[in-house]
Every structure is written in C-alpha cells, then in structure tokens.
C-alpha cells in the first residue's frame, strides 16, 4: 500500500490554488476549484478531492475547458433558471448560480436550475448542501461518460450518474446524501485498484463481461448499477434530467464528443430547490424534527451524510497519498 502524509486543509486548499492558477486559471476559477477540492478532503471522500487535481490539469493544459469561464444566467421563467457554464469547470458555475436559485425558491416555493456546457468533475453534495444551509431543500444529479452497464447488458451505456439530496434541520447538520447510480463510484474503484484493494461482488464485470472483485480488471470491463434493475431505472432518470430535460448531452454523446484527455466530459447539471416552508407550511421544521428523532432512536441508525460531518469536527489535517500530492506539486 502507497505511504501517506499528513497534510493541512490550509496547506491543500493553498497549493490546489496556486496549481491551477499556474495551469490557465484566472482568480474566480481557480478559488472555485480549490473550495470543491478542500471540501472534499475536509469531508474525507478522497476519491474527490486531490485525486481528481490531474484530470482538472490535463483539461486546462488540452484546451477543452476555459480556465477563465464567466459563467451568465437566464431566468425563462421566475422558477426556470439556466446557466451558461461558458465551458468552465461547474464549481465556478456553481459559485455564481446556486444564490440565484435559492433566492428564486425562497420566493417562489420551488425553482430549477440547468447548468449547461459545464465540466463537473466533483461530488454533488456541496451544492445541494448549499442549499439545505439556505433552508431549502436541495436535489441534484448530473450524467457523465459511458461506464456502466444497464441492468442486464454487459456493454456501457450509462454514466455512473450520481445524484445528492440535502434535507434541512433547525440548528443541526443537514441530512445529505450523494450516490452513484453504479455499485460504487468509478473514482473509488480507481483509489482500490492504486492501493491494491479487492471489491464486494457485484460492483463490476471485467473485459470478457465476467464478474470479478479486481478493481483494475473492472476498470477495463463495466460498473454495474446498484441493485440491479432499480439503480438501472434510476441511472436513466438521472440520464433524461441532466441531458433530455435541459438540453445537453447525454452519456453516449458526451463520450462521442470528448477529446479523452482523462479530464471530465462536457455535460449538464439538473438542480432543484424547495422551499418548504411554503410548500409545507410552519410547521415543518417540527413535523420533521419528530420524524428524524424518531429515525435516529432505532439502534443502529446513521443519518446520511453524518460521518463527512463528524470528519469536519475533527483537526485540520488530512492523510494524503504521498505519490499522488508529489504529482500535484509537479503541475506548479
């Protein structure tokens, strides 16, 4: 197994900074960036953190993406809002359209917004976390390129397609949870197959469509949606919002379109907010306190997202794989 050092949030949110800003960043992206990469590691999800630093470079130093990006806004409707990621990494995107649309929700009781043309290489739970601290409620999915097989098949059609939901909770932690739609997300399955690490049955298929429990042999075959044909319906759910509903692309077309330079593809986001204190009335925050606490009372319950959580409560280091952050440094 790889040696790991420790290394402060400070000091990985600096350095993610200056790398980028080294690599065609101006400011905004760069500082974008960084805040997704150091949230990441706060919350203890490497696979999203400095692991994704070489993808973000070799689509800067490709051209495919615009380190500079000025991400615009139109509003079709008061509640219909749609970005224009102006071919920038989604976490600039983010940064300027999510207090748009929370505000659109806060009045309204519900809004959406498309993010198009955008490259979201990043979890899903900092927007739709973003959302539940605004006292919405948050939804989010996005598509990517082909890697998982429908329930069924053998051959990729899907992306892995994650999707996050933020519930929140009078002066507590939101609940939140982000899930790939595959078994495990393709990035875990790479950190496993670095470090050496088997897999449960039925993550993936290896290249001759058999089942294996050898992340490197996955990684040349297909992930498999998470139970079966439910994660495949919900895999193509995900598919039809964040490319049919908003006009991008979808999986198959973002591979077609992609210049596989071990960057993201171009692609869409699908975000919604509720605000339910007028959807549900004032009584909500109560009604749902009750809900939860009874929730919480069965032994053995974990609330989604606690543990990212708890990892923020802790000290200010993170452990981080000693190979990967010399390959960082390498990109100053």
């Not at 490497?46 to 139109?74: C, D, I, M, W």
């Not at 979201?120 to 976390?129: D, I, S």
């Not at 002066?171 to 197959?193: L, R, Y």
């Not at 975000?271 to 339910?276: E, G, L």
């Amino acid at each position: 197994m790889a040696n790991s050092i420790k290394v402060s949030l400070d000091e990985i949110k600096k350095l993610v900074t200056d790398v980028f800003l080294k690599q065609g960043c101006n400011e905004n992206n760069a500082s974008a960036l960084a805040n997704t990469i150091t949230k990441a590691e706060e919350d203890g999800s490497s696979s999203h953190g400095l692991f994704r630093v070489p993808g973000y470079v070799a689509s800067l130093q490709s051209g495919k993406v615009n380190g500079t990006a000025s991400p615009k806004l139109e509003k079709t409707t008061p509640v219909i809002l749609t970005c224009d990621a102006d071919n920038g990494f989604a976490s600039t995107a983010h940064e300027f359209a999510l207090p748009i649309l929370a505000n659109a929700a806060k009045t309204n009781g519900v809004a959406v917004l498309s993010i198009k043309g955008c490259y979201h290489f990043a979890a899903l739970w900092p927007e739709t976390e973003y959302l539940a601290k605004q006292n919405l409620v948050g939804f989010a999915c996005t598509a990517f390129k082909p890697s998982v097989a429908p329930a069924g098949a053998k051959k990729a059609f899907f992306g892995t397609n994650p999707i996050s939901m933020a519930w929140p909770r009078n002066g507590q932690d939101p609940v939140v949870f982000d899930m790939a739609t595959a078994t495990m997300a393709k990035g875990e399955v790479m950190i496993a197959a670095r470090d050496g690490h088997s897999l449960p049955d039925g993550v993936g298929l290896d290249e001759n469509g058999e089942p294996s429990n050898d992340p490197k042999e996955i990684l040349k075959g297909v992930l498999l949606p998470f139970g079966g044909y439910k994660g495949s319906a919900i895999s193509l759910m995900v598919e039809l919002f964040a490319a049919g509903l908003i006009g991008d692309v979808f999986s198959y077309e973002a591979q077609e379109n992609d210049n596989n330079d071990g960057g993201p593809p171009s692609g869409g986001e699908f975000i919604m907010a509720f605000n339910p204190q007028i959807i549900a009335g004032p009584k909500w925050e109560e009604h749902c306190g009750n809900f939860f606490q009874k929730l919480t009372s069965i032994d053995g319950v974990r609330l989604p997202g606690s543990r990212r959580h708890e990892n923020r409560s802790g000290d200010n280091y993170r452990s981080i794989n000693e190979e990967l952050l010399l390959k960082v440094k390498s990109y100053l």
